[in-house]
Nanobody
Framework: VQLVESGGGLVQAGGSLRLSCAASGFSFDDYAIGWFRQAPGKERERVSCISSSDGSISYADSVKGRFTISSDNAKDTVTLQMNSLKPEDTAVYYC?????????????????WGKGTLVTVSS
């Protein structure tokens, strides 16, 4: 099982970044895929989650209207488009997959994690 994140980097406030999560080794359609982030000294928080099984999407209040999550089931890839970035968005962003088809857990119970990609937003 692998989740590989890409697309992080350094950007000025107000700029955009596009993160991608490439999944392999499990049944992509049976899982919800989420983006989580962890800033220095803070707990990991869920940013967004998408479930291809029922089409549900959720966002943290702090990113609503700025971030957009999408899924390409043909490529087993989930993308997070981040616009209007703020310095407080600076964090390591992780991709996580939680089984949802049989357990219903989805992003509430992540089974697999990627290694993360660093996003730094300068003021």
């Amino acid at each position: 099982v692998q989740l590989v994140e890409s697309g992080g980097g350094l950007v000025q406030a107000g700029g955009s970044l596009r993160l991608s999560c490439a999944a392999s080794g499990f049944s992509f359609d049976d899982y919800a895929i989420g983006w989580f982030r962890q800033a220095p000294g803070k707990e990991r928080e869920r940013v967004s989650c998408i479930s291809s099984s029922d089409g549900s999407i959720s966002y943290a209040d702090s990113v609503k209207g700025r971030f957009t999550i999408s899924s390409d089931n043909a490529k087993d890839t989930v993308t997070l488009q981040m616009n209007s970035l703020k310095p407080e968005d600076t964090a390591v962003y992780y991709c996580g997959a939680g089984e949802i088809k049989y357990s219903g857990r989805g992003c509430r119970g992540v089974d697999y994690w990627g290694k993360g990609t660093l996003v730094t937003v300068s003021s």
